[in-house]
């Protein structure tokens, strides 16, 4: 089995820094879902963590804020296979994703103006759409 679980390059997440669980899933398992113990939650204590530094922490925590509690536990469960080794597999890959899209910075957006080409386009239809619209209206002398 895994003793860690890799993250990015360099950064890794202990395992005894995650607490596995497991219980009865509602999804597939035939004869065996209300007897064996199928879903598996991973709950990740980040602000205790000694793989993250301070700042990778706070992105982390701000940027999966609805999925972390008020102690600062990011949870993950899987549910979807009929095997325990299975969801334990699948919900360490779904943290792993979670965890590795909280820390990729995203680009800074460039402020562009728009060309003035684009803006005369743009007056130059209103002007034709309401010179339509007054030709829509009654004509002088007419009933």
Do not use: C, W, Y
Not at 47 to 68: D, P, V, Y
Not at 113 to 128: A, F, G, I, N
């Amino acid at each position: 089995m895994m003793e860690k679980i890799e993250i990015q390059d360099g950064i890794s997440i202990p395992l005894d820094e995650l607490e596995f669980s497991a219980s009865r899933s509602g999804g597939p398992g035939g004869q065996n879902v209300n007897k064996v113990n199928t879903r598996v939650t991973i709950r990740f204590d980040v602000r205790k963590s000694r793989s993250f530094s301070e700042e990778q922490k706070s992105l982390i925590l701000g940027r999966l804020q609805t999925r972390i509690s008020a102690e600062g536990i990011l949870s993950v469960s899987s549910r979807r296979h009929r095997t325990q080794i299975e969801n334990r597999r699948a919900a360490a890959e779904r943290l792993t994703m979670l965890i590795q899209t909280a820390l990729t910075m995203k680009p800074k957006r460039k402020k562009t103006r728009t060309p003035l080409s684009v803006r005369l386009e743009r007056l130059e239809k209103k002007r034709r759409r309401g010179q339509i619209k007054r030709e829509r209206g009654k004509i002088a002398g007419e009933v």
